[in-house]
């Protein structure tokens, strides 16, 4: 009970400060009285005994403190008082103020932005009951389908092999199955028309298995997923169920088509929780067992052994390990597989096998594109801003530090009044504190936009990337720490310097002498730290800039200029399928055909794929050409219309391109590019030679080539050279989803997708037109995040020079006010203005020497964790090193230039005077 | 040394309550002027013992009729002194034995 009355009595003092203030005084004065009336007594004279207690008795003031200061109330009561101090000072300076909390802002904004992308892409756990519990099977680095058998580490899994092994296994508590792809279809809700929505299709146990609950309704359960079309059932998310339905909970029982099936909505998912992959948020989850009703090509296999498509996800039972857990899996992983290869396997079979394996990763966290791509950008990014807040520290330590000494008379005051050195210290840096907190809210502020933004700016498309940016407890705890970092940071090395100082001399004399060398040097260690900072931060925003000039320098081999890029869904055009398949090809004909007859329309042509949005890759082997280890390497396949070539402005080499001569019955036809041809041919022409896919010498038969085309970029910008085959549609018949349209210079360009949209309604008014680009656009898309990084790295570079220009120029300014009498005295003698500019221009060139001479050998040393980042360009770049040099010492003598005229036009008696 | 300061307090007051200055005269005299206590260092050790609950203290009219702050020993405060006491003690007692060692 006793912190209890202490508690008490220290609230009653707080509020009734001023009674015991006065009871404190009434006390000191009886103490004295008491004590003089006893020297009395001992036979001094009254007034000197009155005296002698004062004396003894030591400043009243001063004692009052010590009782004040012995209670806990006092804490709070200083810091309150500290903060309405700091307030005032600031108010009083709001220049140095309104610079100091702006670059507060940036900084700490900054890091807070690149470090909620971080957490949301690398650390979030999913919203899942205990998620460390959850292993994946595999690292999910791939995903979509294969049929090959397992050979080095799988990640990829065939329903009977899910059945198979959820059966057998002992570690897990239940294991579940997800479609390693969730994909975009149409679907309409009660009749409504249709609109795009993002499907996974997962397990029975998927739900129980994460522990995912429903919040309303049911989730999808194992009756869902016993037997095949046994669940035309589908569970909601969250998001999704608020988007559509308000959170109106009669939509439950609704009736969802999608491609012409019916689907109860039966449940929504818990909220916060978007599905198994971080940065694709899934709108519908449908069990497996609905998998046939889907239109995908190559699918509706999952009844196949080998058909490879889903995502293993296991609990870990209470008490195994993941290594246990492991090693089971590797060996039932081999049986089981082994048992799926049928009776009698081939030896090449048993051979891919025995190398598979199966690497067991934490799945807690979910599976991302996003983390893989953004890794180790982010990772970069975050040391970039964090350099840059360490500069801004620097800056305002270094104002600080001037600030102190003007205040040395303040604080020489308050230490004589009885000021203990550690309050001066705390009441210094409660000013920092407060700059930080305000530089901090701001900060935040800017944050949850600017994190947003640089997303979508990294992320180009559509639709903007589905990923959870609300700041959690940890982005908080981050800010939290970086503010009380960066405020401990700039504000000590002041504070204690000014708390440090021997008063006497500096309240004789208002411009402090002795003291002010040793606070010069570390204002100049600041400033050659901070040149040093931002030399590194401008050659790693040149290695970038450089690096992205090379990206956009490189030959896609096609010509992106006036050609359209549409893409159309056909999901909801119930197509023929199978043997009527061609009928789909000849609709495409149909609408090549009717696009050519517009104005201004070049050519046009369906492809499987345009540029950059992912493909198709197999070995093929040539009839004839025995294998070596560069013709085994993967083609990328490419499906198109006679027109593609044209179209995409790819230049025919040797053969022909694809014409009315490719019919479905006549022999199969295709089209390859120059790599392929050379490492197949390295000394003769391919055109007439014939191959097939995969590694069966039975089927290199099948395919012959009659033309070859320059190489063309397939994936991305920044891949070596690939080698490429393209099949004429009509002999893969099939919808194809891209439709690129070459138009002439000069036509408009609105009127023709609005032409070609009508086009396509009035060949089937069901096949709707997602989106409308050019390939120019999807070029610069497929480069956005190198983009971002060399906007961003290049930004903060100029940020970092531009703060510590700022950092310069106060110091040269306040050394020209220091020595405005020397710099006068010299002028009296007869020194030139160029003497004088120089005297301050030394200053600043030995300080960008120091600078240069740390920040140089650093930048060379560090840059090399860039290099996976760097597009054909060397860490050591000497154009990005020499410009950052020059940038920085050009911007360096800019900012030294005015203080330095200011020196060199002093008027000499106003300067003597000054003294 | 640490915590001596108090124990002597409490020693003075558990004689009987005394006002600020009397605790300080009366530990000089006692211990012949060998300990000063200035008031730099006795109100704040007394507000310290105040909230610690070791003493009380109330307003009274001194032996001359001028209001002063009485300090009053409580029972807890009585419990500390012998409990310091004792400590006190076996510190002595081990100190002496090493010098005479």
Redesign the interface.
Known sequence: M?WL??LY??LRSLFRKQRIDR??D???A??A???A??KERAGMPADAARRAARI???SAA??KQ??W????ESVPDNVLKDLRFAVRQLWRSPGFSVIAVLSLTLGIGANTAIFTLLNAIMLRPLPVQNPAELLLLGDGSSQGSTLAVPEGRTALFSRPFFHEFREKDTSFSGVAAVDSTQFGTKASIAGAPYQTIHVNLVSGSYFSVLGVPAFLGRTIEESDDATEGAGPVAVASYSWFQRHFNGDPSALGKIIRIQSHDYTLVGVAKPGFDGFKVGQATDLYIPLSMEKAFDRPGYNTLDNNLFQSLYLIGRLKPGVTAAQAGAETNLLFKQIVRSLLGPQPSQKQLGDLAHASVELTPAGRGVSDLRRAFSVPLEILMAIVALVLLIACANIANMLLARGVARTREVAMRMALGASRSRIVLQLLTESALLAVLGAAAGVALAWKASAMLLNLATPGPEPVPLNLTPDLRVLAFTLGVTVLTALLFGTLPAFTAAGLEFTPALKDGRGSSSVSARGVMARSLIVGQVALSVLLMVVAGLFVRSLIHLYDVDTGFDPHNVLVFTLDSSTANLPKGADEIRSVRLQQQIEDSVKAIPGVKSSSFAFVAFNDGGWSDQVLFLGVPRTPTNGRQVSFNITGDGFFSTMGIPLVDGRTFNSEDQPTSPKVAIINQAMARRFFPNSSPIGHRFGFGDDPSKAGEIEVVGVVKDTKYYALSEGTQMEAYFPCIQAPGFYGNFVVRYAPGANRQEIVSRVRSAIAEKNPNILVNSVTTMQQEVGRSVATQLVIAQLSSFFGMLAVFLACIGIYGLLSYSVARRTSELGIRAALGAQSHTLRWLILRECILLLVLGLAIGVPVALSSTRILKSLLFELSPLDPAAVSIAIVGVTVMTLIAAWLPARRAAKIDTSRALRAE | MQGTLEMLILKTLALEPMHGYGVALRIEQVSSGVFRINPGSLLPALSRMERAGHVKSEWRATENNRRARYYLLTARGRKALSAETAQWDRQTAAIRRILEA
Do not use: I
């Open positions: 006793n009355t202490n009595r220290g009871e404190l009434e006390e000191l009886a103490f009285e008491a004590s009336a006893d003894e008795m030591g001063a004692v010590m009782v200061a012995s209670r806990w």
